[in-house]
């Protein structure tokens, strides 16, 4: 499990963000997101940078995925989202600080989930009930 921090100038970016790690980045949410104080995400960012930040962020978020650190990054690398997505690996010193605030934080407004609750795609065209076909490309992030 990986714990994600999200920056960005407005609450658009980081909901799209959100959405494009989930659709095309194949990354599950496995907390909602959480509202992070954006001078608080910043300073962390430059404590684990170790240099000072070109641009501050105006909002932020955090949640955790079910995938790890490595296979996150990865995916992240491969779509180019519209925020400044940081991975945080338990090696940081931060990393405490941040899950500790998680526990006590409102919940970030606009996310929900597109993905859906079944494994597969319905097949209306039987008769009687309605068919999932299983689609192990589709989730073979989640299988694992």
């Given at each position: 499990?990986?714990?994600?921090?999200?920056?960005?100038?407005?609450?658009?970016?980081?909901?799209?963000?959100?959405?494009?790690?989930?659709?095309?980045?194949?990354?599950?949410?496995?907390?909602?997101?959480?509202?992070?104080?954006?001078?608080?995400?910043?300073?962390?960012?430059?404590?684990?940078?170790?240099?000072?930040?070109?641009?501050?962020?105006?909002?932020?978020?955090?949640?955790?995925?079910?995938?790890d650190t490595t296979l996150s990054i990865i995916q992240i690398k491969?779509?180019?989202?519209?925020?400044?997505?940081?991975?945080?690996?338990?090696?940081?010193?931060?990393?405490?600080?941040?899950?500790?605030?998680?526990?006590?934080?409102?919940?970030?407004?606009?996310?929900?989930?597109?993905?859906?609750?079944?494994?597969?795609?319905?097949?209306?065209?039987?008769?009687?009930?309605?068919?999932?076909?299983?689609?192990?490309?589709?989730?073979?992030?989640?299988?694992?």
């Open positions: 499990m990986a714990l994600v921090l999200v920056r960005g100038e407005n609450n658009s970016k980081l909901l799209n963000t959100i959405a494009d790690m989930e659709r095309h980045g194949n990354l599950n949410l496995t907390t909602k997101p959480k509202i992070i104080n954006s001078k608080y995400a910043d300073k962390l960012v430059e404590n684990i940078l170790n240099s000072k930040l070109k641009n501050k962020s105006k909002v932020a978020t955090a949640f955790f995925i079910k995938e491969k779509i180019h989202p519209p925020a400044h997505v940081i991975i945080i690996s338990n090696e940081y010193e931060g990393y405490e600080d941040l899950k500790n605030k998680l526990k006590t934080a409102p919940n970030f407004k606009g996310y929900y989930s597109y993905k859906s609750k079944n494994s597969g795609m319905k097949d209306y065209k039987t008769k009687e009930d309605v068919k999932i076909i299983k689609n192990i490309k589709l989730n073979s992030y989640s299988n694992k």
